[in-house]
């Protein structure tokens, strides 16, 4: 178990990198990891019922304790990043599915690994899980809607097939994890350390086979479509930050806010976009996927070293 818990910390703390080399991989060897795509949502199923197996209803708790943070995280989440996805993708012309696909990242809930960064930021990591959490539990409502009226114009948006995709990938395996937990807390808490390895293990396969999938399309429209993704990420982190800032929130809930409005679910867009439209729709997700890992590890890192204003300075 020791020799799991060692690999799952390795991929753990590299996390950016691999994703990155999925990538690679995917561009690499388009023909074979193409084939991944039919498996895209079975594998986001089986990292959803990890992050379910990590969650507790104290989680919850928070939302009694600090409404204010919590539900003008959750706000700006809904807002910020679609409405970031729409503007960004019209500004720069974008076809259709990538459109879509920009506007799926957006309204799309927090970022599975957004916790891990948030405490490496030295944020409010209680906040942070809330949000996810909440986010999450949201979603079969709130991204097929926003979907919709974004992008409703655009493509013919089934929003109802959408919120059935959701409950299947996202809110069932997450609830079957946390039920899980509370019925077998000593089995879980054995588990646990292997999580990470499983997590990352997965989004790995999918951004290879979802850049294997649209190979010929990332060398055609992959600058402009980074260019795309880099501009959604690094304007949610700062909105998310100016948010927390105007609520008056201390430092260190700003950082979680920060972060969860920065970092989506993006191998949600990525699984619902290949099940809805088509591969080239999850080609942001994908993008985003390897791009939101690589700025909130360096946001991290650049936090990690700067207290939070409102903690108290150590004594000498």
Not at 27 to 42: M, Q, R, V
Not at 193 to 204: D, E, F, K, N, Q
Not at 231 to 244: A, F, I, M, P, R
Request: a positive charge; hydrophobic letters at 60%.
């Amino acid at each position: 178990m020791n020799l799991i818990k060692n690999i799952a910390d390795f991929t753990g703390r590299w996390f950016a990198v691999l994703v990155l080399g999925g990538a690679v991989l995917g561009l690499a060897l388009p023909a074979a990891t193409a084939h991944i795509t039919p498996y895209i949502s079975l594998l986001l199923a089986v990292i959803m019922f990890g992050m379910g197996l990590t969650m507790r209803p104290a989680d919850f708790a928070i939302v009694a304790r600090h409404p204010k943070a919590v539900l003008l995280g959750v706000l700006a989440q809904y807002t910020v990043m679609p409405l970031l996805g729409w503007g960004i993708a019209h500004l720069l012309g974008l076809p259709p599915l990538l459109t879509v696909g920009m506007i799926l990242v957006g309204a799309s809930p927090g970022g599975t690994a957004s916790n891990v960064i948030v405490y490496l930021a030295r944020g409010d990591v209680a906040l942070s899980v809330a949000m996810t959490s909440i986010s999450t539990v949201l979603a079969p409502l709130l991204t097929p809607l926003l979907v919709l009226g974004l992008a409703g114009s655009t493509l013919p948006v089934a929003a109802g097939d959408l919120f059935l995709s959701i409950l299947q990938i996202v809110l069932g395996p997450v609830v079957a994890g946390l039920l899980l937990r509370m019925a077998a807390p000593a089995l879980v808490e054995r588990l646990l350390p292997a999580m990470p390895l499983v997590s990352v293990t997965g989004i790995v396969i999918v951004v290879a086979g979802i850049v294997g999938a649209n190979a010929g399309a990332v060398l055609g429209t992959g600058l402009l479509v980074a260019l795309a993704v880099v501009l959604h990420n690094g304007l949610g982190l700062g909105l998310g930050y100016l948010v927390g800032t105007l609520g008056r929130l201390p430092d260190s809930a700003r950082r979680a806010v920060s972060v969860e409005v920065g970092m989506q679910n993006s191998g949600l867009a990525v699984a619902l976009a290949t099940a809805h439209f088509s591969p080239l729709a999850a080609l942001p997700g994908a993008l985003f996927s390897v791009w939101h890992n690589l700025s909130g590890s360096a946001l991290a890192t650049y936090w990690a070293r700067r207290a939070p204003k409102d903690e108290p300075a150590p004594a000498p």
